[in-house]
């Protein structure tokens, strides 16, 4: 039957993506459900940084052991989504010089590389940093796109044979006796319940796992611990920069593409809310006030956007009032944890080692169905990194210099893949993040877009400057080009892009960016004629 | 410099103002920074298409005196019904003066048509956009929609869409020419402004008329991008002629070439008026004497100021950068001026990007002359005119560009009658 898998993996993030991965690549036939878009949880809302595992040196010595892990692994198979940059962690007077010590002590103890170095040297390596800064030290941070790096999982996965539905939500896991058989998934585009059935089915839901295991009956004790952060106009610093403290709020800054991020607050929020991430005046506030002692600049940079994701913390199943909470790994093997066979949950974890729970996880599946393959995520580089990016560039000499660095850092060698022999191909969609049409269509071609939100996690249509001022328009005019019959879709479609862009506008809407927002009103408003009345009676 | 009267800000309330002031024979000033609201112009003009409660409105005057009693700080309420019926008589012929040729009635509203194929209720229509009497009476029962190839701001499966709602047959054409591919040389040249200019050549317009013809046979009408005719006047008659069936324009993603060409038009008949136009200009400082703005310094004339027995503030609202929002208040950046606006940021807008935001009523505070108020008390000779006046939705209520027009004319009368 056609609707039968060895494994059933529930949630696109990285790890679903990962696990996807894994499973494919032991001959292992996986199907991954994802509820709405690949990456639109915890996973594409975070920093994006590569850890060295710096930052929890001190407080937790397993999790930076796993982070250095994972982060060399990184840099090799998934280089085309990484940069390295390095980061700094800076000691303001405010925060004196006695933690350094200790933070470069626990970094050597978790074998990473800590160099201590003059403040006049970090400030000329970084010279947005603090200038009041009194020492720095130097780690091997980097920046990580999580979009890439699970789109890229998942394009994998698929060569190797793993099905991959979005926008298609598990509403029932279905269970037969002491044991869950498949799920019954309600497929949003379709508009219809179907059942699926695997050997073992994985609950890869981040926090939305919580809900997950519930259907089983089983619970599983997650505190949704909500993260805020700022994206600025343009790339402030070059390394992360960091603070040399205790880990507290709103004080790492990562640079990544044309943007830079700070973050995060920590909040803990009620289960209930966790679909309804509402960024308050007071966390835009004090992500902007801690920022500024990392780059003072931030005080005058224009602020892009501001967003929350859901951290998936997992209470100690030894500990009821939920006080204990482990930001390491947590796989649960339902059938000797609940006696309920067939189910598995992964989940804790970070972004960093998204590869490595994808890889318990797997090993725990390939235990259950009697798969004696092993492992090779650590070592196979992922589609896009299988050549340097000098080799692609080489490749790709005819087209325009600045749209061939674009798509070649976004695509990796894939990026040749791109059709730009005529000029029309090579015409641009975004000016501000260089897209062309030859890579909208590539995109739309190959990497599963559905919506023009889907588009931009994809090839950054929109995340630019201007917010998709113009360029989600035009790429709305694209995808309705290409099926003509969908153009009241497309039409509505750009209507929830605007509504989407705008959430996250609207925290930190004054200066340039209540004017950018002026101008999309009268633009689509009024020039355009649009309104969401279609997409409200259509809700 | 003296002059009797300096406007600041050179968009449609700007222009209408100096060019009513200079008709009655003022020596007058226009410092304007370049950009305004004209370059997103969708080729026709608004009056009241709206109610703030959402009711649609079929007679602009009508719904201009409802207003006045529903909304007393509507500008229009503050300007007066019958003060507003008597200038929506006059702002036509002042357009097609300055050779913009627009038909409408301000008694009774049209529908234009936007790029997405919409229909929106509008007061005034550029010749050759195409417009109709009510939503779905179109001209034609079949038309071609042609575009250019490779240009992306403009729709025609859109614009299929909703006229295929009211049975209209819908084909759709494609254009390209040589000179258009010396533009797609650079990938981010395919926009309005430059593609235009290619249309203004003979030869290219020739040739385009032979597509057109090509392409539309059997089909009673065609639609085209507004992208001809940035220079010159007789295009759109030119292919009409040539393919000998009606052609009507609709408006493209901004840069609007209707909304160049008007303020061209604009500007032209300002200066043909003996009106002095400083173009790039921009207010750094201003001096106030006993409740009087006594004059202006300005980026380009250094310590040469600017006199007037008379200034208005026609700088527009946020796009424009007549109003600054902070992190926490509204300013007005030329004069300080007090604005109306909300205390609190989470009272400025919703989380739905198509709500009513309160942030687009925000404003500079004025007397029921108009004149502008700073610290509490008026500014004797300071007026405001545009978009930069408080109090009103432009886009919800489909009032933006009435509330420039009468607003200038208005504030020009006051001052003429001083």
Redesign the interface.
């Known amino acids: 039957m056609n609707n039968t898998y060895d494994v059933i993996i529930i949630g696109g993030g990285a790890t679903g993506a990962g696990i996807a991965r894994d499973c494919s690549l032991r001959g292992i036939k996986a199907l991954l459900l994802e509820r709405s878009d690949i990456s639109t949880g915890a996973t594409g809302r975070n920093h994006g940084l590569l850890h060295s595992g710096a930052r929890y040196a001190v407080t937790d010595h397993e999790s930076a052991v796993e982070c250095i892990r994972e982060n060399k692994k990184k840099k090799k198979i998934a280089a085309h989504c990484v940069e390295e940059t390095d980061g700094l962690f800076i000691s303001l007077p405010e925060d004196g010089l006695e933690y350094q010590s200790v933070f470069v002590e626990a970094c050597r103890r978790a074998g990473i590389r800590a160099d201590v170095i003059d403040p006049k040297e970090a400030l000329r390596l970084e010279p947005s940093a603090n200038p009041a800064l009194v020492g720095a030290v130097r780690v091997p941070d980097g920046v990580v796109d999580p979009f890439r790096l699970t789109s890229s999982n998942i394009l994998d996965a698929r060569m190797h044979g793993a099905e991959i539905r979005t926008y298609t939500e598990v509403m029932e896991l279905l269970r037969e006796q002491d044991r869950i058989i498949g799920v019954r998934a309600y497929d949003h585009h379709k508009h219809c319940d179907e059942k699926f059935y695997a050997r073992v089915v994985v609950n890869a839901g981040g926090i939305w796992g919580h809900g997950i295991a519930a259907k089983a009956g089983i619970t599983v004790n997650m505190l949704p611990a909500k993260g805020a952060l700022l994206i600025f106009g343009h790339r402030v610093n070059n390394l992360v920069l960091n603070r040399c403290r205790k880990p507290a709020d709103a004080d790492i800054l990562v640079p990544g593409d044309t943007i830079s991020l700070i973050g995060t607050t920590s909040s803990k929020v009620p289960y209930d809310q966790i679909d309804n991430m ?1 960024i308050t ?1 007071d966390e835009v506030d004090l992500l902007l006030r801690e920022g500024q002692k990392l780059a003072p600049q931030l005080a005058t940079t224009r602020i892009l956007r501001a967003y929350a994701g859901v951290r998936p913390l997992v209470a100690s199943d030894d500990d009821p009032s939920g006080r204990t909470v482990s930001r390491g790994i947590v796989l649960l093997d339902h059938a000797t944890r609940d006696g309920m066979e067939g189910f598995i949950t992964i989940t804790g974890g970070k972004l960093m080692t998204y590869r490595l729970m994808a890889e318990w996880a797997t090993d725990l599946i390939c235990k259950k169905i009697g798969n004696n393959e092993k492992c090779r995520t650590a070592e196979t580089p992922l589609p896009g990194s299988t050549e340097s990016r000098e080799e692609v560039d080489r490749k790709m000499r005819s087209k ?1 210099v600045v ?1 061939r660095r674009s798509s070649i850092s976004r695509h990796g060698d894939l990026a040749v893949k791109i059709d730009s022999r005529t ?2 191909q ?4 975004c ?1 501000c993040e260089e897209v ?2 030859g890579e909208v269509e590539y995109a739309l071609e190959n990497l599963e877009v559905n919506n023009l939100v889907d588009l931009r996690r994809r090839t950054r249509v929109g995340m630019g400057t201007c917010q998709g001022e ?1 360029c989600a ?2 790429a ?3 995808m ?2 290409r099926n ?1 019959v969908c ?2 879709k ?2 509505e479609d750009l ?1 929830s892009f ?2 989407e ?3 996250g506008m ?1 925290p930190i ?3 340039d960016t ?2 950018e ?7 689509y ?8 009345e279609e997409n409200r009676a259509a809700k | 410099m003296r002059f009797d009267t300096v406007i600041i800000g050179g968009g449609l309330a700007g222009m209408a103002c100096g060019i009513r002031l200079a008709q009655a024979g003022q020596r007058c000033a226009i410092v304007s920074q370049g950009q305004s ?1 004209i370059h ?3 080729g026709s003009f ?1 009056l009241l298409g709206r109610l703030p409660g959402g009711e649609a409105v079929s007679d602009p005057v009508a719904g201009m005196a409802a207003l006045a009693e529903c909304c007393p700080s509507h500008p229009y309420a503050v300007i007066g019904a019958e003060n507003c019926a008597r200038y929506a008589q006059e702002a036509p012929g002042l357009l097609r003066e300055a050779g913009i040729r627009v038909a409408g009635d301000c008694r009774r509203n049209h529908f234009r048509i ?3 194929g ?3 209720a509008t007061w005034l229509s550029i010749d050759g956009y195409l417009t109709t009497p009510q939503v779905g009476e179109f001209p034609f029962k079949s038309v071609c929609i042609v575009n250019i ?2 240009f ?7 614009i ?2 909703e006229l295929r709602k009211y049975n209209i047959e819908c084909r759709f054409g494609s254009f390209n020419h040589p000179d258009l ?1 010396q533009i ?2 650079n ?2 040249e ?1 926009r309005s402004a430059n593609i235009a200019r290619v249309f203004d050549h003979d030869a290219n317009l020739e040739a385009l008329a032979e597509a057109l013809r090509q392409q539309a046979t059997g089909c009673d009408a065609l639609i085209l991008p507004a992208l001809i005719g940035i220079n010159r006047n007789d295009s759109l008659e030119y292919l009409r002629e040539r393919v000998g069936l009606p052609i009507y324009l609709l ?1 493209t ?2 840069p ?1 070439i209707p909304g160049i060409r008007a303020q061209q038009a604009l500007q032209h008949r300002f200066r043909a008026l003996g009106g002095e136009y400083f173009l790039g200009d921009s207010v750094l400082s201003s001096e106030i004497e006993q409740g009087r703005v006594a004059r202006i310094f300005t980026a380009n004339h250094g310590n040469i100021p600017f006199e007037a027995r008379r200034f208005v503030l026609a700088t527009g ?3 424009s ?1 007549g109003l ?5 208040r509204i300013v007005e950046p030329v004069f300080g001026a007090d604005t109306v606006s909300r205390p609190s ?2 009272e ?7 709500d009513r ?1 309160e ?2 009523a925000f404003g500079v505070r004025t007397d029921n002359r108009l004149r502008v108020v700073k610290e509490g008390a008026v500014l004797e000779n300071l007026y405001a005119v545009g978009a930069g006046l408080a109090g009103f939705h ?3 209520e ?1 009032c ?1 560009a009435g509330v420039s027009l009468l607003s200038a004319l208005h504030v020009a009368e006051q001052i003429l009658k001083d």
């Open positions: 509402i005046p325009p749209q000029s029309i090579n015409s641009l969609v000016e062309s049409i113009l328009c035009r709305a005019g694209l309705g080009h003509p153009a009241r497309a039409k209507v605007l509504n862009r705008w959430k609207a809407a004054w200066g209540l004017r927002s002026e101008y999309m009103t009268w633009v408003e009024s020039v355009c004629g649009l309104s969401d | 609201a997103f112009s969708s608004d936007t790029p997405m919409k229909a929106k190839e490779g992306l701001d403009f729709y025609p499966e859109f299929a869409e591919e797609r040389r990938p981010s395919m408006p993603l901004p609007s609202s946020f796009f950068k600054v929002a902070t992190f926490d940021r989470s400025w807008y919703t989380l739905h990007f198509f935001h942030y687009q432009p886009v919800q489909g933006g």
